[in-house]
């Protein structure tokens, strides 16, 4: 087949690792996460559309410590993909392509990912009241 | 020489008999979800150990619905283009290629109106 021996991009392993290469493919990586985490909030929503039994279960499976550290991981993949996505979207109208820009909005966007990831957490800690 | 207009080149129609719009979708749904995830989040954060109850109260809500719905097709429709567009980068075998496009189409269409659907139960039951 021809189409097998066209040359493939991108070509990963040839270049220097580079920070801004790691927030990039995070970027994708937590996409694919949260495609996977919609699957979940329409079983969620779907559990409650159903009664409180089946929507008990569904809370005590989330409520779980391996469904709260997976909550955990949605949480900031949420967050990483809203912040970076807003970068993107700055990058779209043509700001912040300096190097210096580029990093230190990176930077801030790990920053920002964190800051709002403990804020949901602590929210979702004092409603269940401690 | 080719007999072509630029217009055809103008309307952003090339080889790929497309052009901005896949883009451009992918953009409007992000801006909308901005402030919709925010809100959604921090509401779910807040609602977290909920029992039934309030959890459908709050989904009930027409504001929080009519959010909630507006999230959904925003949401569905911004991971399917972004699902597509790795397919499209990473599958290179054309048939595979073809499959695995069309499948989660129907996968991704599937789940986002079990979604609405749900919401709309909660809402009008």
């Known amino acids: 087949m021809s189409e097998r021996s066209r040359p493939l991009s991108p070509h990963l392993l040839i270049y220097r690792f580079e920070w801004p290469m790691l927030l990039s493919i995070t970027h994708r990586f937590t996409g694919v996460g949260l495609a996977g985490g919609a699957i979940v909030l329409v079983w969620w929503l779907i559990a409650l559309a159903v009664g409180p039994e089946y929507f008990a279960y569904a809370q005590a499976i989330l409520g779980s410590w391996v469904g709260r550290l997976l909550l955990l991981g949605w949480t900031w993949a949420t967050f990483y993909h809203l912040c970076n996505g807003i970068r993107h979207l700055c990058w779209d109208g043509g700001w912040g392509f300096e190097l210096r820009v580029a990093r230190a909005t990176g930077v801030l966007v790990v920053i920002m990912s964190i800051v709002l990831t403990l804020a949901a957490w602590l929210i979702a800690y004092a409603a269940r009241g401690g | ?125």
């Open chain 2, 1 to 125: 020489m080719s007999e072509r207009t630029p217009l055809a080149r103008a309307r952003g129609l090339g080889a790929a008999h497309g052009g901005t719009h896949h883009w451009w979708i992918q953009r409007a749904t992000s801006v909308v979800m901005v402030p919709l995830v925010l809100w959604f989040a921090f509401s779910l954060a807040a609602l977290g150990p909920a029992d039934h109850a309030t959890a459908a109260a709050w989904v009930a809500h027409p504001v929080n619905a009519v959010l909630a719905l507006v999230l959904i097709a925003a949401m569905f429709h911004h991971l399917h283009l972004g699902l597509e567009v790795i397919i499209e980068d990473y599958v290179h075998s054309r048939w595979v290629k073809f499959a695995t496009l069309i499948l989660q189409k129907f996968v991704t269409i599937i789940f986002g109106f079990g979604a609405a659907f749900a919401v709309l139960k909660i809402a009008l039951s």
